[in-house]
């Protein structure tokens, strides 16, 4: 139905944002690697997924056209939904994804949350060979600017985690401080 929403940006966090196009405000469900690329911009353009669920119409925006394939071939697997595909493209780059599942490193995919044996290994199944390795790997890089606790808190409380766990998460982390919010957010989330 959507193919991409372009226009202002409201509001920002690593998890959720509003857009306003047009006069309307859109509110989009997003993974940090998008965070990334749209942290510091006041506009810009995100490809578009929606979800039609018996209660709510709900939006995922994703920065390029590849996160958003990789996240609709995630939903596409038995096991695997929306909150699920946004965790695992928020603990991994697309690049570390490919690789996982090139080596078939059911171990690896584990480690991220609310994946098990049994999704790891399926999740490897259904896209070994359907993943592309992305274009342009350097675009994957992650930004080293924001380094509060509390925006990775309200990131992973949006991700669906209990606030408590993910502050306990949060302070198993060494040298938080120096991280950016994405990273301190992957770490947190491998922590759980």
Request: a neutral charge.
């Amino acid at each position: 139905m959507f193919a991409y929403l372009e226009g202002k940006l409201t509001y920002k966090s690593p998890s959720l944002l509003h857009m306003n196009v047009g006069g309307v405000g859109y509110e989009l469900n997003i993974t940090l690697h998008t965070y990334s690329h749209i942290q510091h911009a006041d506009q810009c353009r995100l490809y578009i997924h929606l979800q039609i669920r018996e209660d709510a119409w709900v939006l995922y925006g994703f920065a390029d056209e590849a996160e958003k394939a990789t996240f609709r071939q995630l939903l596409g697997i038995n096991g695997v939904g929306a909150a699920t595909a946004r965790i695992i493209l928020s603990s991994l780059t697309a690049d570390e994804l490919f690789s996982i599942i090139a080596q078939e490193d059911t171990r690896a995919l584990e480690k991220v949350k609310g994946i098990g044996a049994k999704t790891a290994q399926r999740i490897i199944l259904e896209l070994k060979g359907k993943l592309a390795l992305p274009q342009n790997p350097n675009t994957l890089s992650q930004a080293k600017h924001n380094t509060t606790a509390e925006d990775a808190l309200i990131a992973l409380v949006n991700l669906g985690i209990n606030k408590n766990i993910a502050e306990v998460a949060i302070k198993k982390i060494k040298d938080a401080s120096t991280l950016s919010v994405e990273e301190l957010i992957k770490q947190a989330l491998r922590a759980l």
